[in-house]
């Protein structure tokens, strides 16, 4: 009898140590990236946020947020000094150039928080607890005798289109029933004002949620009645009924107004196409009498819900920062809001180094002395944060001031220079995502208006003379034309290549339909009047 014995022999295993190198976001990197694309409006309740959840982080009196760039701090040789950043006629941009490298990313503002916490806590205090010194940051509405923060802006209130139909609901007596169809139809209305979702979809959602058994009839029935609804054209389910609700209200004895009424019924399509000649032929009308019509439709309001979702919308655009123009010279500040009053808690500050001297080091002593020292560091790095944040939006939009001057100087958007982020990120030595951050939500209050940074970007286009000429310029002269055009033979796309390149922009046809596009310009046919 043969005996078989399984023998399972160990397997060796290899231990192999790799060497690589991986890049690896610090929590206060992180920190300040999400405080950069922050706009300027918002920043305060991210202030707030950070106010509540620690306690080692106050608000200060006025300018007590300046004393972080006393001559102790370690960190004010690496910020540079932007009050005196002033281009003028025909100066060099010397001090922007010779900051360009003083702060960029990666620098010694950059904390290893894992090894902080776990090692020796090395919180100066003294840096963050406020003094009366000067700032070393210019802020728009900084001086004596003047607070912005003072000010109270004024709220409107008002109700919301939901809100204003509702109350008008209430005034048809409707019974139960009908009241809860009202309901259904109300909630079915979008913000423009448009009821979208099929009669039969609304049945079935009545019956399914409401346990109401009712059919199309009655509830276009009761549709009719919040179509008398104020504003004029609410609860409409296309655009054409829209129009033709708001001219049932208007004087019937006005013939324009009758003939719109024709027009909106027998030829919406005709009207939308503006094929003109068409709606005479068979209507067997002058041209007069169809100019007095089209001047009563163009009046009306396509998007009734928008008169009052609007007023009920008040955003308050807040500039990030403020450009002026004094003797020729052109000077950028930051917005105030942008310098938040902030200090570590002397308290905390004074309690952290009672328990350092107390002779008692037991495990709870240990735990405290652990917590208000993360606590100290959370505040210290997130003062720092907030600082960062305003040397980067400064270095960033002088940056763009320096490239655009000639635009800054009237405003004239046919001097835009062509330019892309990677121009401005290496022109202030930073990564083209923290220019992005910053373009992408920060405005600039100008003389001649507010601007979003990102519009200052844009492509290039060539030239016969072989310069470069930025997209700007071309959609700029593109508008020009096509506002100059007779509007009863306005110019094809094909036209319009034609004339942008005997004026020396090398342009395809597809590219002027794109920018025309761009600019919200319809086709030639639509652009077409009496």
């Known amino acids: 009898m043969l005996n078989y014995q399984l023998v399972i022999a160990p397997v060796m295993q290899k231990l192999n140590q790799i060497q690589t190198l991986t890049q690896k976001l610090s929590p206060q990197q992180i920190q300040f990236i999400k405080l950069l694309q922050v706009p300027t409006a918002e920043l305060d309740a991210r202030i707030e946020e950070e106010l509540e959840i620690n306690p080692a982080l106050e608000e200060g009196e006025k300018d007590d947020f300046t004393s972080l760039d006393s001559k102790d701090s370690k960190q004010d040789d690496d910020i540079p000094d932007f009050d005196r950043e002033i281009i003028d006629e025909g100066g060099e941009f010397d001090d922007y150039n010779s900051s360009k490298d003083a702060n960029s990313e990666g620098s010694s503002e950059d904390y290893d928080y894992e090894a902080s916490r776990t090692e020796d806590y090395d919180v100066n205090v003294s840096e963050y607890v406020m003094d009366d010194d000067i700032s070393g940051y210019k802020m728009q509405g900084d001086g004596d005798g003047y607070n912005e923060e003072e000010k109270e802006m004024p709220l409107a209130s008002a109700e919301s289109?939901?809100?204003?139909?509702?109350?008008?609901?209430?005034?048809?007596?409707l019974d139960e029933r009908a009241y809860k169809i009202g309901e259904q139809?109300?909630?079915?209305?979008?913000?423009?004002?448009?009821?979208?979702?099929?009669?039969?979809?609304i049945v079935n959602d009545l019956a399914f949620y409401q346990n109401v058994q009712t059919d199309e009839?009655?509830?276009?029935?009761?549709?009719?009645?919040?179509?008398?609804?104020?504003?004029?054209?609410?609860a409409a389910r296309n655009l054409q009924e829209c129009l033709l609700l708001q001219l049932e209200r208007k004087n019937k004895q006005d013939y324009?107004?009758?003939?719109?009424?024709?027009?909106?019924?027998?030829?919406?399509?005709?009207?939308?196409?503006?094929?003109?000649?068409?709606i005479e032929r068979k209507l067997d009308i002058e041209e007069e009498?169809?100019?007095?019509?089209i001047d009563?439709?163009?009046?009306?309001?396509?998007?009734?819900?928008g008169t009052v979702s609007i007023s009920n919308k008040n955003h308050y655009i807040i500039p990030d920062f403020i450009l002026k123009t004094t003797n020729?010279?052109?000077?950028?500040?930051?917005?105030?809001?942008?310098?938040?009053?902030?200090k570590i808690s002397r308290s905390y500050a004074d309690m952290l180094d009672a328990y350092e001297k107390s002779d008692k080091k037991d495990k709870k002593m240990k735990q405290t002395i652990?917590?208000?020292?993360?606590?100290?560091?959370?505040?210290?790095?997130?003062?720092?944060?907030?600082?960062?944040?305003?040397?980067?939006?400064l270095r960033t939009m002088n940056a763009i001031l320096f490239y655009q001057k000639e635009f800054f100087r009237d405003g004239d958007e046919s001097k835009l220079r062509p330019m892309i982020l990677k121009d401005i990120a290496q022109d202030i030595g930073m990564d083209i995502s923290t220019v992005s951050r910053v373009a992408n939500s920060k405005s600039i209050q100008t003389d001649f208006g507010m601007f979003p940074l990102k519009f200052f970007f844009s492509e290039s286009i060539s030239t016969d003379s072989g310069e470069d000429v930025s997209s700007k310029e071309v959609k700029y002269i593109l508008k020009e034309i096509i506002e100059g055009e007779s509007k009863r033979h306005p110019y094809s796309d094909d036209k319009l290549e034609k004339m942008l390149n005997d004026k020396g922009y090398n342009i395809a046809r597809r590219t002027v339909a794109k920018y025309r596009e761009q600019l919200n310009i319809p086709v030639a046919r639509l652009r077409k009047e009496l």
Do not use: C, M
């Open 161 to 173: 289109l939901n809100e204003s139909l509702f109350a008008q609901l209430g005034y048809l007596n």
């Open 256 to 278: 324009g107004v009758v003939l719109a009424i024709k027009i909106l019924s027998l030829y919406f399509e005709e009207f939308t196409k503006k094929h003109y000649e068409k």
């Open 370 to 393: 652990t917590f208000v020292k993360q606590k100290l560091d959370a505040a210290k790095w997130f003062i720092d944060a907030i600082k960062q944040r305003q040397n980067t939006l």
């Open 289 to 293: 009498d169809l100019k007095d019509a």
């Open 296 to 305: 009563v439709i163009i009046r009306l309001n396509p998007k009734p819900g």
């Open 328 to 342: 020729g010279k052109l000077e950028v500040t930051l917005n105030s809001k942008n310098a938040p009053d902030l």
């Open 185 to 201: 139809l109300i909630g079915s209305i979008d913000e423009d004002g448009y009821i979208r979702r099929e009669i039969q979809g």
């Open 217 to 234: 009839n009655e509830v276009e029935k009761i549709l009719k009645q919040i179509q008398s609804f104020e504003p004029a054209g609410i």
